[in-house]
């Protein structure tokens, strides 16, 4: 029975340090486990939500400190909820001391948002984790080149499938600004 509510103590503990421990700007946040007889879980600084383009790496810069163990000794592991768009195979860690850094490398020719988790897990196994958003934007393609691809088929040429395209309207306030384009690309 006492070992009943010590693991229901523990859930209690745990649940308001990750209630408590929440980030409201973004929706992630920090996740610490309760001490382990005194021991205080390693912190983790210096990480925010990041964009990275399509076929690109990003490297973040990592603060982990520790009361009670250098941070040489902490361990780090990195993983993404979205493993398609963020391999594991792609995430990569430098770094032995305080200052550690995490390489980001999404999959080829993808984009998509994942969370990614940074836990950190001192000698004692007192652990915490962050988590952030990463975004992959895949490269704007130019209007004038689809334009062109589109305008200069011949009229009985296969139709062109678009799909996934997304304009951002840059003649709204100029009307000939559509004619000098096509007038650009036609012979």
């Known amino acids: 029975m ?3 509510r010590l693991i229901a103590c523990a859930a ?3 649940a308001l340090c990750v209630t408590s421990c ?3 700007d973004s929706g992630r946040g920090s996740v610490v486990s309760p001490p382990q007889s005194g021991n205080q879980a390693p912190t983790i600084a210096g990480l925010s939500a990041t964009t990275i383009d399509a076929n690109a790496s990003k490297t973040l ?3 982990v400190t520790d009361a009670e163990s250098p941070a040489a000794d902490i361990d780090l592991a990195v993983a993404a ?3 398609a ?3 594991p195979e792609r995430i ?3 770094g032995t001391g305080t200052h550690r850094s995490v390489t980001l490398t999404p999959s080829s020719d993808a984009s998509g948002s994942t969370a990614v988790t940074v836990t950190a897990t001192d ?3 007192a652990t915490s984790s962050s988590v952030i958003d990463v975004s992959v934007v895949s490269e704007p393609t130019s209007t004038r080149s689809l334009t062109a691809d589109v305008f200069s088929k011949a009229e009985d040429s296969e139709p062109m499938e678009l799909t996934g395209k997304g304009f951002i309207p840059d003649a709204a306030d100029d009307p000939t600004a559509f004619d000098a384009l096509i007038n650009q690309i036609t012979p």
Request: proline share 12%.
């Open 81 to 83: 909820a979205d493993p």
């Open 123 to 125: 000698p004692e196994g």
């Open 22 to 24: 929440s980030s409201s």
């Open 92 to 94: 990569e860690l430098s």
């Open 61 to 63: 810069t990592i603060r």
């Open 85 to 87: 768009l963020l391999p």
């Open 2 to 4: 006492k070992r009943l």
């Open 12 to 14: 209690v503990v745990v």
